[in-house]
């Protein structure tokens, strides 16, 4: 793993040790370390597709700060805030990015949009995705310690492109959650019918 990046942007009020360590704070010692490398994954992903190497690390740092919060934290925060009631419906592999990115508000005092959305769109996806948001996306699912049937393909995918990665990775995602018998969120079938069937795209940042 290469040397951190050293902030000069001010896209967050922190240095990467202060960030580094709120974002310790709130996770075991393994969701953290897999934070770290999805850090390092968004970065060279980005450096490969044309967008800024900070801003995608900072993003892949955060993006599962919530992961770790209780079930009463997030519903909550979906009635507070008045989101989309049929979130209740789900649990925290939606909550974690779709409503912990209110989290990062509250507590980190982080109001970046194009880092907010990535984070609400690393687990469910979207039809229209920026560069960051596809980044994301796929650093999580094939960051260095990723071990699952098709990780090499998924990994080799995003090298071709990150829509070729966006578009293994949901198929991949639906497979398995219909396999499970688990119900899909409506948001992530929207991104497999958009992407799968040809007619996703990106925006960009």
């Known amino acids: 793993m290469s040397k951190p990046i050293e902030y000069q942007e001010n896209i967050v009020p922190y240095t990467h040790a202060q960030l580094a360590e709120k974002v310790a704070a709130k996770l075991t010692d393994g969701r953290f370390q897999h934070c770290l490398r999805v850090e390092q994954t968004s970065r060279e992903l980005a450096e490969a597709n044309g967008v800024d190497p900070e801003l995608a690390a900072i993003t892949g740092l955060l993006h599962d700060y919530a992961k770790q919060r209780s079930d009463e934290t997030f519903i909550q925060l979906i009635h507070d805030r ?20 209110e989290l990062i508000k509250d507590e980190l005092h982080i109001y970046n949009e194009d880092i907010l959305n990535a984070i609400r769109l690393h687990t469910v996806g979207a039809p229209h995705m920026s560069k960051l948001a596809q980044i994301v996306f796929m650093a999580d699912f094939i960051e260095p310690k990723r071990d699952f049937p098709g990780v090499d ?10 829509a070729d990665g966006v578009r293994y990775q949901i198929q991949h995602t639906l497979d398995y959650l219909v396999q499970k018998g688990a119900p899909v969120y409506p948001q992530t079938l929207a991104t497999y019918n958009a992407w799968v069937g040809g007619v996703g795209t990106h925006t960009e940042n």
């Open 82 to 101: 008045g989101l989309d009631p049929q979130l209740l419906s789900y649990g925290n592999g939606v909550w974690h990015g779709v409503v912990g990115a």
């Open 153 to 162: 393909d998924a990994r080799q995918a995003t090298q071709r492109s990150l």
